[in-house]
């Protein structure tokens, strides 16, 4: 039986991903300071690290290593055995329609630069047991109410705005969402399968911001002024990952998770 480690105690996926995982493999979740005490025979046992853990400066400055936890976790543990999966972003790519992993990387802020950084990085050192997913917009609930967790999910914005229960006006941009439920069993796919390489995970499907405001709350919908979209909608494609893990990833899934979800 694979044996599964997730790094970061309360984050929103490591949470979730624990909750999923833990119904098919032996699952551990420790937070990243006290798996860094750990010696190199800690990790034997383990087939799959996912370091869900981020630090907040990494987020919205300028690329440092000290910041850079992935980074610093393989410069520490430089000879493993297990696979690497790296969360990577969407937001390493500018916005456009069907970007596929070849597309031309031109990252988006400093969140997007240091991402691909990383990544970068870490196929110099761990090429053959590394798993890049660049990952799009994940829709789904916090198992924690984490108040060091700087990083802003969809819904963290949807139930901010709900609450002040004032009128509000957003561009209606398409995404490319997907539930931490479809999320969870990409990840699944993934491990069962030993996959490695680089990979967008996404629908690969327009949604707009008003498709999801209206699944997750008609009455909030009223609420919202929806303008002409912005220069930041996009869509990945997902051909690469669907070619490898052979599943149904649609927006029908999607829409009945949000449905369910509030």
Known sequence: MQKILIIGKKSFIGSNLNIYLSKFFKVDKYTFETVMKKNDDFFNNYSHVINTSIHKNYIKKKYHHKFDLDRKFILKFQKINFFYIYLNSRKIYLSKENIKENSIVSPIGNYGRNKFKTEQFLKKNISTKLVSLRISNVIGKRKYNDTRNNHKLFLDNFFKFKKEKKKISIHDDFKDFLSIDQFSRVIYEIIKLKIKGTYNVSIGEKIYVSEIVKWLDKDFMRKVRFLMGSKDSFTLSNKK??????????????????????
Do not use: E
């Not at 599943?247 to 029908?252: C, P």
């Open 241 to 262: 990952l669907l070619k490898k893990i052979k599943i149904r990833i649609n927006k029908n899934q999607l829409k009945l998770f949000c449905k369910n979800l509030i």
